[in-house]
């Protein structure tokens, strides 16, 4: 069905009488549609482009992933969209199951939260009722997930390594999920796996589909599949197996879990300061048995490191040795579930020493084939705490993080008259940088500085915005609710209730080769110099360090890789001060670079010169 018929069969029902306005057709990404852009700079790294698209309601939620997009719109209304051919709308069907009668209606049950898997094919829908669904993007109508009836999912950490069979094809085939873990709103942490198998009786016509939430095996009784593995701790219980981590600079992070700190004022809800905003786990690289566990709250970012029984989806083809055979499950505890166990006696865990309504966990990966990410945000009230990740000999009550910084938030003037919220709405990690919602507009920062330029005894090291663009939205009746990032495809979306806007990052490390050169880290800038003229700038100015240094040989191999630079020059440098040792690499190096080019008559004057001098 095209977006055109969609509206059509809607009818009255229908909010508005459009769709797409062109067919798709750019080269970069795919697209929904003829967007609208705002005013910018040709040269410009961020460009912010309305998508042409009108609802059949409120849109309440937004999720993409691998080049799916699903809309949760108010009423219950999921709509699927595949990027790759935005033309074509996909109506997921959600059956209604309304709570109990009592002599109160309460409101109209409405979607709280979208969880799309990394590969776009598993589809996690949260009500306000706390009911649950879950579609596989080969269905066209969500599975009521009874088992978890009461749960708020607010965070899912999905398995991003599947097995080769678990999207598989054919009579019987599965597809399944992976063992992962879902947060709620209560601070309980779950695994689950979902698995769909399908009769292939297409013969019929017909495919039966039947689902199994599976953590631990079955007894007889399938409900019990369904298991809850860690509960977070509250502030009045026992903290010795916490160990509270931060960096001495950073007097906002508590280091220490003080009696002062864990006896503040019983006024605070510690109900949703145990609310579990962000939820993922990662592989250590050398252990396919090794995994970090982060969970974060209002207030903390907790890091779980430990071992666990690898369920059949993450196991590797490559090596039949590792303990993901079929018997690994036949002990009735899960993945995750003996993970736990152990790891949970001793947590690593960061705090924040007020809360506030702003917790956003972002990752970055550094390549898309990568299992594990590189870097990681926790977007607080006080700040985003930033560092790099590195997967090697950490245990229990370890932390992963890396010379880890808190950075400022990018406040203004209007923000700080009221006029705009004081922290974030949302945050995603890109590649090179810090996006930030504050109200009706995106703010970019650039969180390099803060790795390199950071002083030791300040409290927050400042951030930079580097770009801003405020969107003509309403704070008050149409704020921008969301900003999602598809790690997969590298695009970004923003969105209000009636409307969708497609961040395009173009080029964005075009400036990163420069930053590195301007701290002499010669390597790192030559490796993310895009042309000649840019290898050629960081080869002369390494060159030219070394030379200034005293460090002549070596400065004669830099010179000689530089194409640039006039050949006389550059003898007439190391003539100047006597150098001959160094001339003499210069030019055996630079006749060895003409020979490998066939530069025969450049090549026979430096060989001449050689022997001459020499």
């Given amino acids: 069905m095209s977006l055109m018929d969609y509206f059509e069969n809607e009818g009255p029902n229908a909010v508005g009488n459009g769709g797409i306005s062109s067919s798709l057709g750019s080269s970069r990404s795919p697209r929904l549609g003829q967007a609208s852009g705002f005013p910018h700079s040709e040269t ?14 409120r849109l309440l939620k937004l999720v993409v992933s691998h080049n799916v997009m699903v809309l949760g719109l108010e009423n219950l209304k999921v709509l699927r969209i595949d990027l790759k051919n935005a033309e074509v709308i996909e109506d997921i069907t959600v059956e209604r199951f309304d709570p109990s009668k009592s002599s109160t209606s309460p409101p109209p049950d409405q979607i709280s939260s979208l969880h799309l ?75 689950l796996e979902i698995d769909i198998k399908d009769s292939g009786d297409e013969a019929a016509g017909k495919t039966t589909s039947y689902f199994r939430i599976m953590s631990t095996p079955a007894r007889n009784d399938d409900l019990k599949r369904f298991k809850l593995v860690f509960s977070l701790p509250s502030r009045d219980s026992d903290t010795a197996s916490i160990s509270h ?73 490559e090596n039949p040795t590792s303990p993901s055979s079929p018997q690994s499950r036949s002990s009735g505890v899960g993945f995750f579930e003996s993970l736990f166990a152990v790891s949970k006696q001793r947590m690593s865990c960061y705090e924040v020493p007020n809360p506030a309504d702003t917790s956003k966990l972002c990752f970055m990966q550094e ?67 810090l996006l930030y919602l504050f109200g009706d507009r995106i703010k970019a920062v650039w969180p390099l500085d803060a790795e390199s330029d950071r002083v030791s005894d300040q409290a927050q090291v400042p951030t930079k915005v580097v770009w801003e663009q405020a969107l003509p939205v309403n704070i008050n009746s149409n704020p921008l609710l969301g900003l999602e990032s598809d790690s997969v495809t590298s695009t970004y979306w923003l969105y209000t209730h009636n409307s969708i806007y497609e961040l395009v990052i173009t080029d964005e490390d075009r400036e990163v080769w420069k930053w590195h050169l301007e701290r002499d880290m010669f390597e790192q800038a030559l490796t993310f110099a895009k042309n000649p003229i840019q290898k050629d700038t960081v080869l ?39 150098q001959k040792d160094a001339l003499r690499t210069y030019l055996t190096k630079v006749a060895e670079r003409m020979m490998k080019k066939k530069e025969w008559v450049q090549v026979t004057m430096v060989v001449t010169w050689l022997l001459e001098e020499y």
């Fill in 540 to 578: 002369r100015t390494q060159a030219q360090h070394y030379f200034e240094q005293g460090r002549f040989t070596l400065a004669a191999g830099y010179f000689a890789q530089v194409v640039g630079t006039p050949f006389e020059d550059v003898c007439l440098k190391f003539m100047a001060i006597g």
């Fill in 44 to 57: 410009s790294i961020f460009v912010i482009e309305k998508v042409q698209f009108q609802f059949p309601g």
């Fill in 245 to 317: 981590k931060s960096i001495s600079s950073v007097s906002a992070m508590s280091s220490t879990p003080t009696s002062a700190r864990m006896n503040r004022s019983r006024k605070q809800n510690t109900d949703t300061e145990k609310a579990i905003t962000g939820l993922r786990f990662e592989q250590f690289l050398a252990d396919n048995r090794k995994y970090v566990v982060f969970i974060s709250t209002l207030t903390r970012l907790y890091q779980v490191i430990g071992r666990g029984q690898i369920p059949s989806n993450l196991s590797s083809p």
């Fill in 367 to 433: 390549h898309l084939q990568s299992t594990s990410s590189s870097k990681l945000a926790w977007v607080t009230g006080a700040g985003t705490y930033y560092g790099a990740l590195s997967y090697g000999s950490q245990n229990s009550g370890d932390s992963v993080l890396i010379d880890p910084v808190l950075l400022e938030l990018p406040l203004d003037n209007k923000l700080a008259r009221g006029l705009l919220p004081a922290t974030p709405g949302d945050a995603v990690l890109t590649g090179f940088h």
């Fill in 117 to 191: 898997d990394p590969q776009g094919k598993h589809l996690l829908i949260s009500t306000n009722h706390g009911q649950n669904y879950y579609v596989h993007s080969t269905l066209s109508k969500a599975r009521h997930l009874p088992k978890l009836k009461g749960i708020h999912i607010t965070a899912v950490a999905w398995s991003r390594v599947h097995s080769s069979n678990s999207s598989g094809a054919g009579r019987g085939a599965s597809k399944s999920t992976g063992s992962f873990l879902i947060g709620s709103d209560t601070g309980n942490v779950y695994e």
